[in-house]
């Protein structure tokens, strides 16, 4: 095939790839163009997880018509204008090629007034004008994106479904509401308001909206500052939660740079050496921190969606994060109170009922990715386990039994994680899981993000035994729970599982997984003889018994010939 130049149409596609990924993509760009503005209120509707409808509207500073149509041109921008403007750039944008991206993949309006001019209307298909007129409005912005990808088939089909695209959209506007919490955002799915902020200008106002009050009254304020190369100064701002309050993933770190939203791996790290110490291995903090550095010491431009960004001196970013979180999470805390939230106490063991029913699993005998060896021990198999004499207990942790080939050391909470991941999903194929009604129902609150994934699988949490009703905005009535969770801390349950907006196929099995580690007893916990011996028989009945559901060993053996060798009886 002989070289040649590609068709503008063509390359236009191809470069609006690397900027509008997802319908998040194009929310982000748009908000960051509301923002550069400098607007004070910015409104963002969705449909059908943004592919049918994005509309954002703010109060900026207006486009002139004498460049309206300029601004869909490519590398078009009021931000920059020389190759010096790129060493200290102040703004969010400054490529140009936001609207020109966008326009490429999809059909775009655009209505907008500066303060001194009549307002101009501008509509786009495929990345040509094909109507502009005058047309009256209030000083602003208003950018409509319609079909999304339409022209693009091969990228519409890898997008998720609707309700995880719209998390990502709820994603980005929570993000840059927490940012700027002097603007007043206002973001609207399906016709209904999920999130809006008053713009009052306390970031604590926002966490409220973005993440509950629950949230924010354990919010702890950052302020504190770093030396850097003598004259500079970094100034790290913000908030991070008390380790009482944490995650299973870190969805809920969020940073920026001179209030630009950034993934930064180094900043990540430093916020959790900051909890050394002070939190549960596994569980990770909240924290929303911006972190302000001179322009000149950073590069902006190293990722075609300005996601990433490099620091000239790495080390002393991250040491002015880690100080500034980590004072004031040692000053005047921790307390006795605090402590006592983090620790886990140990659940009461419940007997379990007889005749637990295992699924009908079909078992790979030649997979050995369950088994783990371990010095002077064999593995037990995955698909069988021998009639167990009880013996004991050690560290109150592990439960010491005696079988026809050897001595069996078995883990308790893996044991019965196992045991009670069938049991749930036992029920949940026949939809007879035991449920538990609260006396009086329990209010579950939700962020944007979480909500999108709560509304997708509230059938799915029924069958399990949780029955969650809306009960205004991003707030649930809990009626039930699974009846394994009476007394439990169910509520992590279902803010592990909302946490997480990926899961996928697999939410029902994380679901049966979460249900299963939050109802079984603890490692630590005193078992009784009875307690043990009927865990014993539960754990014989299962289908795997050698694996908890997280794939983790419920048990090792030393067989008679593995204790006779120690003992130096056979050579």
């Known amino acids: ?83 010096d403007d790129l060493e200290s750039i102040s703004t969010l944008g400054f490529r140009g090629e936001a609207l020109a991206a966008i326009a ?66 709820a994603n980005v506007v929570t993000q840059y509401a927490l940012a700027f919490p002097d603007v007043a955002f206002t973001l609207s799915m399906e016709g209904r308001t999920v999130l809006r902020t008053s713009g009052g200008g306390h970031l ?30 970094i100034k790290v701002t913000g908030m991070a939660g008390t380790p009482a309050v944490n995650r299973t993933n870190r969805n809920f770190l969020s940073f920026f740079v001179n209030h630009r939203w950034v993934n930064s791996k180094l900043l990540s790290f430093a916020v959790e050496e900051a909890y050394h110490g002070m939190m549960m291995t596994g569980k990770h903090p909240i924290a929303v921190l911006n972190i302000s550095i001179p322009a000149a010491e950073i590069d902006v431009n190293i990722h075609p ?55 009908p699993f079909v078992v790979n005998h030649d997979d050995k990715s369950s088994i783990r060896h371990t010095p002077d021990s064999r593995p037990v198999p995955a698909f069988s386990l021998p009639a167990l004499r009880l013996l004991g207990q050690i560290a109150a942790t592990y439960i010491v039994a005696e079988g026809p080939d ?57 069958d399990c035994g949780f029955l969650l009703e809306p009960f205004g905005a ?23 599982l909302t946490d997480d907006v990926d899961t996928g196929s697999k939410w029902t099995e994380k679901l049966a997984q979460s249900i299963a580690c939050h109802s079984a007893v603890r490692a630590g916990q005193v078992m009784t003889v009875d307690e043990m011996r009927e865990l014993l028989r539960q754990l014989e009945k299962t289908a795997l018994p050698g694996n908890c559901p997280h794939g983790r060993p419920t048990m090792i053996r030393l067989t008679v010939a593995d204790l006779e060798r120690e003992f130096g009886r056979r050579g």
């Open 406 to 462: 050897g001595l069996y050391l078995i883990d308790q909470h893996a044991a019965h994680e196992r045991v009670q991941f069938e049991r749930v999903t036992s029920q949940m194929s026949v939809k007879k899981v035991e449920v538990q009604g609260l006396l009086e129902p329990v209010t579950f609150e939700v962020d944007p993000r979480q909500e999108s994934v709560l509304r997708s699988h509230l059938a799915d949490l029924a």
């Open 204 to 233: 604590i106002d926002a966490i409220v909206e973005a993440y509950g009050a629950d949230v924010a009254k354990n919010m702890l304020e950052v302020g504190g500052k770093g030396e850097y190369q003598g004259a500079s100064e």
């Open 305 to 359: 969606a300005k996601t990433e960004i490099k620091f000239h001196d790495e080390h002393q970013v991250f040491a002015a994060v880690q100080r500034a979180v980590r004072q004031i999470l040692v000053a005047p805390f921790p307390s006795s109170e605090t402590r006592s939230k983090i620790e886990e106490p140990p659940a009461a063991f419940a007997a379990l009922p007889p005749g637990t029913v295992p699924l």
């Open 474 to 496: 991003r707030t649930y009535l809990v009626r039930t729970i699974p009846a394994c969770l009476h007394r439990k801390d169910w509520t992590y349950v279902l803010r592990e």
């Open 104 to 169: 490429a993949v999809a059909e775009v309006e655009l209505a907008t007034c500066t303060s001194d001019a009549a307002g101009s209307y501008v509509r786009l298909k495929n990345g040509d004008i094909i109507e502009q007129t005058s047309q009256g409005r209030s000083q602003g912005t208003t950018v409509t994106v319609r079909n999304l990808f339409r022209n693009v088939p091969a990228r519409l089909k890898f997008l998720k479904s609707p309700n995880i695209e719209n998390g990502r959209v």
């Open 1 to 83: 095939m002989p070289i040649k130049v590609l068709d503008p149409q063509l390359i236009a596609r191809i470069a609006a790839g690397e900027v509008v990924e997802r319908p998040a993509s194009a929310v982000k760009e748009l908000v960051e163009n509301a923002l550069d503005a400098g607007a004070t209120q910015i409104v963002v509707e969705t449909r059908e997880g943004g592919t049918t409808l994005i509309r954002v509207t703010d109060n900026g500073s207006g486009i002139p018509p004498s460049e309206v149509e300029l601004a869909f041109a490519r590398h078009a921008t009021s931000k920059i204008s020389s190759f």
